[in-house]
Each structure stands twice: as structure tokens, then as C-alpha cells.
């Protein structure tokens, strides 16, 4: 893969690039048009990109009051997440032409909306900077594993760009919801079940409403089901799986716990290597039964425990 040129950075009070630093001019189709799972995971991520501005409204009204985090979401937030969505949008259209991008957003939008209510935000407003939270941990580590498997350049570096806007992203809502903790007083356990609800939606309803039509305009004859979508949800893991960030994503989902550094440090490559296996399917390519899974995990956890023991004793 030729790399492109990388862009000039903008000051960090602006805007970090627009759709002009994109290179489009240099984006080779033969790369890319006959990948269908690509496409549905682009496609899929311009819709909900581009329906940005239906929830940031939600959520401006929610923090109604605290003028400090209502500019930055009007002012930043709002504005480089609609970014994303047009930048993704471009680039399926110029990689896939054929597809009628306005007219099927139309459609999904008409049926997205109506799941975007300020009743489905958290209880309190601490809370629902922690989902922001783990929301931007999903979206920076599935653009950072579509820019590592990118097999094209030009999306390489744009899902490259994506990714760090969603990681400055998470840091904002983390340091909201730092401040909020303060005031609501909330404990851990509260915490981490919150985490787990929303890591639970990552992948959910509005994933599958996107990705039924984007599936609709490719084969119009088959009929779009729970079954269908959980299928190219599979096929989807497994690409992506072997290039997920699993320690990012652990580092980033744990952190709100608050945890001790030394509890984080010995349970983060756990879940790590948990992830690995059992959500993404990665250990399904190379082991193939549940006894060598368990085997291998034991093995790494008396290595860990075995270095743990030298470094103290030492
Ligand atoms: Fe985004
Ligand atoms: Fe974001």
C-alpha cells in the first residue's frame, strides 16, 4: 500500500482538518470496490455519523446550564462528528458510485429518528457522560481497526483522522464526567453497571436499522432479519478482529472505575485476552476448542503471575 502525504496539522483550537486536506483524487477504487463487508461498515458508520445532529440536539438540552460543556458540544463535538459523517459519505460515493447514498440515508434516517429521544439518555447527567464515554471508546477503536486493515490508502488516512478526533473525543467527556462524579457522588458499583449496559448497546439497534438498508439496496430479493444481521455481524468481527485495539479499548472502558493502578495493570490484559477471544472470535482462527482456549489462558495467567512474583521478589 503507497502511503499518502500527511497533512499539515491546524492549530488545536481549530478544526484539525477539513474534507479538503483529504486526498480524494488519489483514492483507488480497484482497492476496494469488490470488498461488501468494507462497504457496509462505511456505509453503515456515514449513516449514524451524519445523524449526529438529531442526538448532539438531545444532548445540548440535557446539559442545558452548564455553559462550558453545551459550547464545546455545539461549538466542537457536533461539528467534527457531522464531519466524520460527510467525510465517510464522499468516500463511499466515490468508491462504490452506483450506490444511492441520499436515498437510502432518507430511509434510514425516517426509522433511525424516531429510536433519538431525550428519554433514552441516562438517569443523571454523570452518567451519561460515562456512556459518552464508552461510546467514543467504540467509535475510536473501530476506526483505528478499519484504518489498520484498510487495504487503501486514502481511507487509511481518513479513518486515521476519524479515529484521533474520537479519542480527543472520550478524553472531553472523561473529564466531564470526572467533574459530575464530584457533584452526583456515585459509587462504582452504579458505575460500572452503566458501563456495562452501554457496551452492551455498542453494536445494537442502530447499527442494525443502518446496516438493514444499506443490505436492502444491494439484494433487494432477501429479506432483512435478526438472523441475516447477526450473520454479517460475525463476518464483520472476524475481519476486524485480528486488528481491533482490545488493550486501548480495555484502557479506555476501565478507566472511569477508577481503579487502582496496580488492580488496572493486572486485570486489563485479562479482559484484553478475553476480548480477543471471545467477542472478537480471533482465538476461533487459531485454536479450536474451548480446552486449548483455557489452557492458553492459564498459561499466560501463570507468566503473568510468575513475572509479578519476580519483580517483587526482586
Ligand atoms: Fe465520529
Ligand atoms: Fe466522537
Same mark, same amino acid.
Given at each position: 500500500m503507497t502511503p499518502v502525504a500527511p497533512l499539515s496539522r491546524r492549530s488545536?483550537?481549530?478544526?484539525?482538518?477539513? &474534507?479538503?486536506?483529504?486526498?480524494?483524487?488519489?483514492?483507488?477504487?480497484? &482497492?476496494?470496490?469488490?470488498q461488501e463487508l468494507l462497504f457496509y461498515l462505511l456505509t453503515t458508520a456515514s449513516f449514524i455519523e451524519t445523524a449526529t445532529d438529531t442526538y448532539a440536539h438531545n444532548l445540548i438540552e440535557y446539559y442545558a446550564g452548564d455553559e462550558e460543556v453545551t459550547a464545546w458540544l455545539e461549538q466542537h463535538w457536533q461539528h467534527e462528528e457531522l464531519q466524520h459523517g460527510c467525510a465517510l459519505k464522499r468516500y463511499v460515493q466515490t468508491a462504490?458510485?452506483?450506490?444511492d447514498w441520499d436515498q437510502v440515508y432518507q430511509a434510514f434516517f425516517a426509522e433511525f429518528?424516531?429510536?433519538?429521544?431525550?428519554?433514552?439518555?441516562?438517569?443523571?447527567r454523570c452518567l451519561e457522560m460515562l456512556s459518552r464515554c464508552i461510546v467514543e471508546m467504540g467509535t475510536a477503536s473501530y476506526y483505528s481497526t478499519l484504518s489498520r486493515l484498510s487495504p487503501e490508502p486514502v481511507l487509511h488516512l481518513l479513518t486515521q483522522l476519524i479515529r484521533e478526533d474520537e479519542v480527543r473525543h472520550y478524553k472531553y467527556f472523561y473529564h466531564y464526567f470526572l467533574r459530575y462524579r464530584e457533584r452526583e457522588n456515585l459509587g462504582r458499583w452504579k458505575i460500572f453497571r452503566t458501563i456495562l449496559r452501554r457496551l452492551h448497546m455498542i453494536d445494537g439497534e442502530d447499527s442494525s436499522i443502518a446496516l438493514k438498508h444499506a443490505y436492502g439496496i444491494r439484494h433487494s430479493n432477501a429479506s432483512f432479519d435478526n438472523r441475516l444481521y447477526r450473520i454479517i455481524q460475525k463476518r464483520g468481527r472476524y475481519l476486524m478482529g485480528p486488528q481491533f485495539p482490545h488493550a486501548m479499548s480495555v484502557k479506555m472502558t476501565l478507566?472511569? &472505575? /477508577?481503579?487502582?493502578p496496580r488492580v488496572q495493570k493486572t486485570v486489563a490484559p485479562m479482559i484484553a485476552f478475553l476480548s480477543r477471544y471471545?467477542?472478537? /472470535?480471533e482465538g476461533s482462527m487459531r485454536i479450536k476448542s474451548y480446552d486449548r482456549m483455557l489452557m492458553d489462558f492459564y498459561t499466560r495467567l501463570r507468566v503473568y503471575a510468575l513475572n509479578q512474583w519476580a519483580r517483587f521478589a526482586g
Amino acid at each position: 500500500m503507497t502511503p499518502v502525504a500527511p497533512l499539515s496539522r491546524r492549530s488545536p483550537t481549530h478544526q484539525r482538518w477539513t &474534507l479538503d486536506d483529504i486526498p480524494w483524487q488519489s483514492l483507488d477504487r480497484s &482497492l476496494i470496490a469488490d470488498q461488501e463487508l468494507l462497504f457496509y461498515l462505511l456505509t453503515t458508520a456515514s449513516f449514524i455519523e451524519t445523524a449526529t445532529d438529531t442526538y448532539a440536539h438531545n444532548l445540548i438540552e440535557y446539559y442545558a446550564g452548564d455553559e462550558e460543556v453545551t459550547a464545546w458540544l455545539e461549538q466542537h463535538w457536533q461539528h467534527e462528528e457531522l464531519q466524520h459523517g460527510c467525510a465517510l459519505k464522499r468516500y463511499v460515493q466515490t468508491a462504490w458510485p452506483d450506490f444511492d447514498w441520499d436515498q437510502v440515508y432518507q430511509a434510514f434516517f425516517a426509522e433511525f429518528s424516531a429510536h433519538c429521544v431525550i428519554e433514552a439518555l441516562e438517569p443523571s447527567r454523570c452518567l451519561e457522560m460515562l456512556s459518552r464515554c464508552i461510546v467514543e471508546m467504540g467509535t475510536a477503536s473501530y476506526y483505528s481497526t478499519l484504518s489498520r486493515l484498510s487495504p487503501e490508502p486514502v481511507l487509511h488516512l481518513l479513518t486515521q483522522l476519524i479515529r484521533e478526533d474520537e479519542v480527543r473525543h472520550y478524553k472531553y467527556f472523561y473529564h466531564y464526567f470526572l467533574r459530575y462524579r464530584e457533584r452526583e457522588n456515585l459509587g462504582r458499583w452504579k458505575i460500572f453497571r452503566t458501563i456495562l449496559r452501554r457496551l452492551h448497546m455498542i453494536d445494537g439497534e442502530d447499527s442494525s436499522i443502518a446496516l438493514k438498508h444499506a443490505y436492502g439496496i444491494r439484494h433487494s430479493n432477501a429479506s432483512f432479519d435478526n438472523r441475516l444481521y447477526r450473520i454479517i455481524q460475525k463476518r464483520g468481527r472476524y475481519l476486524m478482529g485480528p486488528q481491533f485495539p482490545h488493550a486501548m479499548s480495555v484502557k479506555m472502558t476501565l478507566k472511569p &472505575l /477508577g481503579l487502582n493502578p496496580r488492580v488496572q495493570k493486572t486485570v486489563a490484559p485479562m479482559i484484553a485476552f478475553l476480548s480477543r477471544y471471545l467477542l472478537w /472470535g480471533e482465538g476461533s482462527m487459531r485454536i479450536k476448542s474451548y480446552d486449548r482456549m483455557l489452557m492458553d489462558f492459564y498459561t499466560r495467567l501463570r507468566v503473568y503471575a510468575l513475572n509479578q512474583w519476580a519483580r517483587f521478589a526482586g
